[in-house]
Each structure stands twice: as C-alpha cells, then as structure tokens.
C-alpha cells in the first residue's frame, strides 16, 4: 500500500513541477485579448497605472509593466525631479507621445480618479504609508518589499486592504520564480516526509543611527527633501541618502533580516504553511536568529552558512531528505535519487514579470494574489520581531494572534516607531 501511494505523489509530484518548469499557468478566467495574446488591448481592457518614487528597481518594475498591453501607464510622481523625468521619458518614448504627467506630491496622483493601480517603490519608509493612502483612495497596489518598518504598520496595511477591498502584491517575486515553486511543491509533496526545519538567508541584522554630514539643500523643485523624508524623523540632507544610500540607516531601514528576510522568510512561511501566523519565539544566535512556530517546525534567519546557489536562498530540512535554492535558479536536494528529476531553471529569482502579471490579472478578476497584504504582513511580523529580538539580545515568546511579546514591555515598546506630522498612520 505504501509503495502504491508513493507512486501516486510521485506522479503528481511530477506533472505540477513539468507544469512549473514550462511556465507558469494562466488562469483561465483571463481573456487572451487581457494577455496581448489577440493583437491590441482595447481601452476598456486597459489597466491606468500611476508611479510613485520610482529609482532604479521602481523603473526596472516599470519597464516588465510597459511590455504588458493591458497595461497604459499615465502619471509618475517622485520627490526627486531627476528620477521624475526619467520615467517620462521612459513612458513616452514607449508611446510615442509625451502624455505622461509629473507630480512632485503624493496627494497629486492620488486625487486622479482615472488611475486603478500604484506602483510603489519608494524608499521603505514610505512603503507602508503610501499603500495604506492609495487604498483609501480607491487604488490597487503592486509594492515593492519590504512592505513595513515595522510590526504595527504589518499590520494596518493589512487591515486597511482588508477593510477597503483593494489589491495589493508585495514585491516578494519569488513566490511566481520556478525554482522556488518546485522547492515548496517538493516539502508539500510529502516525498521528503515531515517538515522539520526551514532556513531563510538574510543578511546582517545591523543599522546605524548615524547622520552624514550635512550638505546644501537644492531647490525644492530638485528634490523635495521634507517629501522626501516622508514618515521619517527628521535630519539634514546629504545627496547620498537621494542616490541609494539610505539603506542602513535605522530611521530609512528595516535592517539586513528584513531587506531579504521579506524574500526568504515569505518563503519559508509558504513551505510551512503559514501564511495566517508567524513564528511564537525567537532567539538571537550571533548574527542568526533562531525562531520557532507553534506547529513545531523551526525557522533559522542565517547570512552564513550558504551552499553558493544564489542570493535569497532557502533550505527545507525534512525527515528524510532536504531541498536548496537561490537566486542562480540551481536546486540542491537530497536523497540523491531526487537529482534527476530536478527540471533546469533559467529564470532569475530577481525577476519580477510573472510577479506582476499575476498582480494585473487579480486587478481584473477581483481575486487574492499569492503575496497579498496579509500573508505579506505575517511574512513581515515574523521579520520584525526576530529584528526586535536581536536588538535586545534575548529570546523573545510572541503571541501572533494579538500582535504583541509575552511579558516583555521593552520588546512590544518596539513594535511601532513615532512618525512625523502630518504623516501618522
């Protein structure tokens, strides 16, 4: 009997991931006209998307959104003029026209009641903020991670698209990368046996609270800097926080377990199952934190240890046998017998196409994708806590249905930040 259920996961197992290997499925419910596939889209069919705060990884997004044709991308608003006419010139040149309009306030594009859709892929501090106020608005988000700073903004985000019925996806990409689908349809086939363990490669915990030297301030037509801080407690302004350089600032960042642990611990929580909860205790180790659900699996967030298959790897330890992956899309697994029916994945894990095309067919279809703001909000809590943890350099226990630390003041005082007026949540 055992033998004649194995061979059915077996064969099960293999059809989902020859399915995964050739491309990911297109729900039938979308018109072939929606996907570009039957010529030109009519307007009708059309997504009206705005940009807000789009640097380099914003105008990557933007470009994998104008290759869609459903898509007529409308308006960019950004603090900085240089990157606000970067993406007019990128969208007009796509239409050969010069109808892309430049706002330099957030209110601006969110009062344009034509506008479905937001990408957002401003600075973290203003990820959260600028969600929850293109949902108040009417709008669909597509975000890019990481989606908080912190556990009490998780979780408004989540039950602001809750109580406003509007889309939103995280800019977690990896859920809809092949290697990573095959990965998790590997421990959900039960061919590994129990689920033990699950580890997500993060980088250092650390942030500073250092300034850099104060500089001149530019116009305010240059760079808007009071809008740029947004949330953010004040500080003076130096043009390598404009140009990429905020990260590691404790007031810009979330910290190295959040800049990839929104990627890896999201994919951790997939292959668990856990997409309603986040982990119950959390033990700093070093650079590592030590985590662990109420369904006994443990999570390990690690920045050491890894095999080489990537950024953004994950490992699944089960009972009998094991599974690794990374951003290269090469898969290690064992028991070795497993090896040949591995498929070869080309697709890096930093492509977000299918990521946002999933994102425009529920804009369509009104249904829930795969990183919607609540499985990303528990992906984030899990982040943030094991981050308050590591601060404090103690385990912490978590009660994940109320959002707060047992018996430990100091560490629930954490899970929000002061934010500066008038940007309060």
């Given at each position: 009997?055992?033998?004649q259920?194995?061979?059915v996961?077996?064969?099960?197992?293999?059809?989902?991931?020859?399915?995964v290997?050739?491309g990911?499925?297109?729900?039938?419910?979308?018109?072939?006209?929606?996907?570009g596939?039957?010529g030109?889209?009519?307007?009708?069919?059309?997504?009206?998307?705005?940009?807000?705060?789009?640097?380099?990884?914003?105008?990557h997004?933007?470009?994998?959104?104008?290759?869609?044709?459903?898509?007529?991308?409308?308006?960019?608003c950004?603090?900085?003029?240089?990157?606000?006419?970067?993406?007019?010139?990128?969208?007009?040149?796509?239409?050969?026209?010069?109808?892309?309009v430049?706002?330099?306030h957030?209110?601006?594009?969110?009062?344009?009641d034509?506008?479905?859709?937001l990408?957002?892929?401003?600075g973290?501090?203003?990820?959260?903020?600028?969600?929850?106020l293109?949902?108040?608005a009417?709008?669909?988000?597509?975000?890019?991670?990481?989606?908080?700073?912190t556990?009490?903004q998780?979780?408004?985000?989540?039950d602001?698209?809750?109580?406003?019925?509007?889309?939103?996806?995280?800019?977690?990409?990896?859920r809809?990368?092949?290697?990573?689908?095959f990965a998790?349809?590997?421990?959900?086939?039960?061919?590994?046996?129990q689920?033990?363990?699950v580890?997500?490669?993060?980088?250092?915990?650390a942030?500073?609270?250092?300034?850099?030297?104060?500089e001149p301030?530019?116009?305010?037509?240059?760079?808007?800097?009071?809008l740029w801080?947004?949330?953010a407690?004040?500080?003076?302004?130096?043009?390598?926080?404009?140009?990429?350089?905020?990260?590691g600032?404790f007031?810009?960042?979330?910290?190295?377990?959040?800049?990839w642990?929104s990627?890896t611990?999201?994919?951790?929580?997939?292959?668990n199952?856990a997409?309603?909860?986040?982990?119950?205790?959390?033990?700093?180790?070093?650079?590592?934190?030590?985590?662990l659900?109420a369904n006994?699996?443990?999570?390990?967030?690690?920045?050491?240890?890894?095999?080489?298959?990537g950024?953004?790897?994950?490992?699944?330890?089960?009972?009998e046998?094991?599974i690794?992956t990374?951003?290269?899309?090469?898969?290690a697994?064992?028991?070795?017998?497993?090896?040949?029916?591995i498929p070869?994945f080309?697709?890096?894990?930093?492509?977000?196409?299918?990521h946002?095309?999933?994102?425009?067919?529920?804009?369509?279809?009104?249904?829930?994708?795969?990183?919607?703001a609540?499985?990303a909000c528990?992906?984030?809590?899990?982040?943030h806590?094991?981050?308050?943890a590591?601060?404090l350099?103690r385990?912490?226990r978590?009660d994940p249905?109320?959002?707060e630390?047992?018996?430990?003041?100091e560490?629930?005082?954490?899970?929000?930040r002061?934010?500066?007026?008038?940007?309060?949540?």
């Open positions: 009997m055992k033998q259920r194995d061979r996961i077996r064969r099960e197992f293999l059809r989902k991931s020859a399915a290997a050739g990911l499925a297109i729900p039938l419910f979308v018109r072939p006209s929606a996907l596939f039957q030109r889209v009519a307007p009708s069919e059309r997504i009206v998307v705005g940009g807000l705060g789009l640097g380099p990884r914003g105008q997004c933007l470009r994998e959104m104008l290759n869609e044709p459903d898509v007529q991308f409308v308006a960019i950004d603090a900085q003029r240089e990157r606000r006419e970067q993406v007019k010139r990128t969208v007009d040149e796509k239409y050969g026209n010069k109808d892309c430049m706002y330099r957030p209110f601006e594009i969110l009062a344009r034509d506008i479905d859709a990408l957002i892929a401003t973290d501090r203003w990820h959260a903020l600028a969600s929850i293109a949902a108040r009417g709008k669909d988000v597509y975000c890019e991670k990481p989606c908080s700073m556990i009490a998780s979780r408004a985000l989540a602001t698209f809750r109580r406003y019925g509007r889309i939103y996806q995280a800019g977690t990409q990896r809809n990368i092949g290697n990573f689908i998790v349809q590997l421990v959900w086939s039960g061919r590994l046996g689920l033990k363990t580890h997500a490669n993060t980088l250092h915990p942030t500073t609270h250092d300034w850099l030297p104060e301030l530019p116009p305010k037509d240059e760079v808007d800097w009071d801080l947004g949330p407690p004040w500080r003076p302004y130096n043009s390598r926080y404009v140009r990429g350089g905020w990260r600032f007031d810009f960042h979330g910290g190295g377990i959040l800049e642990g990627h611990v999201d994919l951790c929580q997939w292959a199952k997409d309603d909860t986040a982990p119950i205790e959390y033990e700093p180790v070093g650079t590592h934190v030590h985590a659900y006994g699996v443990r999570l390990i967030m690690r920045d050491t240890g890894w095999l080489g298959l950024t953004c790897s994950v490992r699944f330890e089960c009972e046998g094991w690794e990374g951003d290269s899309g090469r898969i697994v064992w028991p070795e017998s497993l090896r040949s029916e070869v080309t697709e890096p894990g930093t492509a977000p196409r299918r946002i095309r999933e994102f425009l067919n529920c804009v369509k279809t009104r249904s829930q994708p795969s990183c919607n609540s499985v528990q992906a984030h809590i899990a982040c806590a094991a981050y308050i590591w601060q350099g385990k912490l978590f249905s109320k959002d630390f047992i018996g430990d003041d560490a629930n005082r954490m899970r929000s002061a934010t500066r007026e008038p940007w309060h949540f």
